[in-house]
């Protein structure tokens, strides 16, 4: 069974940062692409970045390009969103994601705010 589980969102002031996590069990987390997306508050869930299993190529949304940093620990199974310089418009649930099986996690909450 395909399990996402998220961690380490929290609330922080503007120009904080956080570094959420996702343990992923189920499946051979090394073969395949995860994601980050987030839902603001009457918003439609967006992409945040994304990582592919072969090369660890990374795809940014415009919005959080130079800011965030997604990266991958295949031996811990475990995909990362470092979020440095964060902005009020970040706050958001985060969701973990892995394509191939169209799995999500639950979801945790970040909040920017001073």
């Known amino acids: 069974q395909v399990q996402l589980v998220e961690s380490g969102g929290g609330l922080v002031q503007p120009g904080g940062s956080l570094r959420l996590s996702c343990a992923v069990s189920?499946?051979?987390?090394?073969?395949?692409?995860m994601s980050w997306y987030r839902q603001a508050p009457g918003k439609e869930r967006e992409l945040v970045a994304s990582?592919?299993?072969?090369?660890?190529?990374?795809n940014y949304a415009s919005s959080v390009k130079g800011r965030f940093t997604i990266s991958r620990d295949n031996a811990r199974n475990t995909v990362y969103l470092q979020m440095n310089s964060l902005k009020l418009e970040d706050t958001a649930v985060y969701y973990c994601?892995?394509?191939?099986?169209?799995?999500w996690g639950q979801g945790t909450q970040v909040t920017v705010s001073s």
């Open positions: 994601h892995a394509p191939r099986f169209g799995a």
């Open positions: 990582i592919t299993m072969i090369l660890g190529s990374t």
């Open positions: 189920g499946f051979t987390f090394g073969n395949y692409d």
